[in-house]
């Protein structure tokens, strides 16, 4: 069964503390490795795609990198507004592209 | 703003009840996914539509159906509701029907009491 697990479930930083949100991943026939942002009441809000190990992409403070068993989120300098529930989920499918979710780690940004 | 919209925000309704959820797809996109997430679950895969076409299902319940219309919108059909039916239901969507992002809408929640 496909699955995927993201640590820590929580994690709150001071204004400017960087740090990095693990994605644990066995998911079948992956395709693709989603990162997603969510805040209270929205929906997912697309951030990243990673194809293959190696990969790192970035946008603003983040960077996401990926491994054959695992995906970092790193989150530099992180300001306030970053405060969030990041989601990791991996895409597997043939004709479909069904993502597998993991359960988020809610960050909040302390001032 | 992803493009998508779902309709309605909220919903309430009695258990054993139906209610359909509206999804309009993003302008040229031809895919549409239902989620559903609930506190302990998180988000789970219900089924895909591409162009009118059934292409995957997930985590769907009998009880529930969907279908993509001629005009690519989508609606979520959850019939003899239980009050574990209590979610947020998100509907997404994407150009392709697979390797490409996928962005969602902001969702309705439903409510059975």
């Known amino acids: 069964e496909d699955q995927v697990t993201q640590s820590p479930e929580a994690l709150r930083l001071q204004e400017g503390e960087s740090s990095s949100l693990n994605c644990s991943y066995t998911v079948s026939g992956l395709r693709g490795l989603f990162w997603y942002r969510q805040d209270p009441g929205k929906g997912p809000e697309f951030l990243f795609t990673?194809?293959?190990a190696g990969e790192e992409k970035e946008k603003e403070r983040l960077k996401a990198t990926l491994t054959k068993k695992e995906s970092f989120l790193h989150i530099t300098a992180p300001k306030p507004e970053d405060s969030a529930t990041y989601l990791c989920?991996?895409?597997?499918?043939?004709?479909?592209?069904?993502?597998?979710f993991g359960k988020g780690t809610k960050l909040s940004v302390i001032p | 703003d992803s493009g998508v919209t779902q309709t309605p925000k909220h919903l309430i309704t009695a258990t054993g009840q139906r209610v359909t959820l509206r999804c309009s797809p993003r302008s040229g996109d031809l895919s549409v996914y239902w989620y559903q997430q609930s506190l302990d679950q998180g988000l789970q895969f219900l089924i895909h539509?591409?162009?009118?076409?059934?292409?995957a299902k997930g985590n769907i319940l009998e009880r529930f159906s969907a279908q993509q219309f001629p005009d690519l919108h989508s609606e979520l059909n959850l019939s003899s509701l239980e009050l574990g039916d209590s979610a947020l239901y998100f509907c997404?969507?994407?150009?392709?029907?697979?390797?490409?992002?996928?962005?969602f809408g902001q969702g309705t929640r439903l409510t059975v009491v």
């Open positions: 539509y591409y162009n009118g076409e059934e292409r």
């Open positions: 989920a991996g895409g597997s499918g043939a004709g479909s592209y069904q993502l597998t």
């Open positions: 990673l194809y293959s």
């Open positions: 997404a969507s994407s150009v392709a029907p697979g390797g490409t992002e996928a962005f």
